[in-house]
């Protein structure tokens, strides 16, 4: 397991495998829809924790405590705001995502495959100006291949992201993924990958766009502690133009190496 992933490598989860991470990442360039609001987004206190149900079973909880936004541009709202946002900031917690996936099918030293289930909860308040305040689901087909040196892991599924404006309505996108592990060394193990939803409706419900990242990571471990630095390149919708993130890392695991 590692922190702030857009895959989990399921493969090599053991039962009984404790994982705890915490970080921050800084964004620019992002858009929010609801508020109108493009600015630089602050993340403070992402935290993420796994455990391991069962060999190659895992569940994961991860969001940030703290977000703040400086806005560098306003368009029309489509919600009342708080008058808050006024002084050029906007403040809230964030949303956490609760997931399960597992992959029972082929074995860890080759081919895997199994599903992912996420649940996005609807932590944000729309009207400070960050989040949507809505709770998606993805679910999704998981593929792997590799070893100990490479694996590579892909997802492709379907994400519905509830409408923030229409009640009883939402929207099906395309969720796809993939992530490629490097083990440099020992303790170095580098990453690549992207993850997005793609739309394939033509109108569209404001807060439910397309969006998409490529990404590059980098993970250094000493012992059971674990450091990674990331950047983040968005390509597509409103996704931030770019995004770092730092953190540091806990794990422990029950049946073997992680």
């Not at 080759?110 to 400070?128: F, I, R």
């Not at 998606?136 to 923030?164: H, K, M, N, Q, Y």
């Not at 490629?180 to 419900?205: E, Y």
């Not at 597509?236 to 695991?253: E, I, L, Q, Y």
């Amino acid at each position: 397991m590692r922190r702030d992933a857009p895959l989990q490598p399921v493969s090599e989860v053991f039962a009984g495998d404790l994982f705890f991470g915490l970080g921050l990442s800084h964004s620019w360039g992002g858009t929010h829809p609801l508020s109108g609001f493009t600015g630089d987004l602050l993340a403070i206190g992402e935290i993420s924790i796994g455990y391991g149900l069962g060999d190659r079973a895992v569940i994961m909880v991860n969001g940030p405590v703290h977000q703040r936004l400086s806005i560098d541009e306003r368009a029309p709202a489509s919600i009342p705001l708080d008058p808050s946002t006024n002084d050029g900031t906007a403040t809230d917690a964030g949303d956490f995502r609760i997931a399960t996936a597992f992959t029972p099918i082929g074995s860890r030293s080759g081919m895997s495959a199994g599903a992912l289930v996420e649940v996005k909860l609807p932590n944000t308040t729309e009207q400070n100006g960050v989040g949507p305040n809505t709770t998606d689901v993805t679910l999704g087909l998981l593929g792997s291949w590799g070893g100990d040196r490479f694996r590579g892991t892909g997802l492709l599924g379907v994400a519905i992201l509830e409408a923030p404006l229409e009640d009883f309505e939402q929207n099906d996108l395309v969720a796809y993924a993939l992530d490629v592990r490097w083990r440099a060394s020992p303790r170095l193990r580098l990453f690549a990958g992207l993850s997005g939803l793609g739309n394939t409706r033509r109108t569209v419900p404001l807060g439910t766009e397309s969006r998409g990242s490529a990404y590059a990571s980098g993970e250094w471990a000493a012992g059971p502690w674990r450091l990674d630095l990331g950047v983040h390149r968005g390509f597509v919708g409103d996704t931030p133009d770019w995004r770092v993130t730092a953190g540091v890392s806990w794990s422990r695991s029950s049946g073997g190496s992680p």
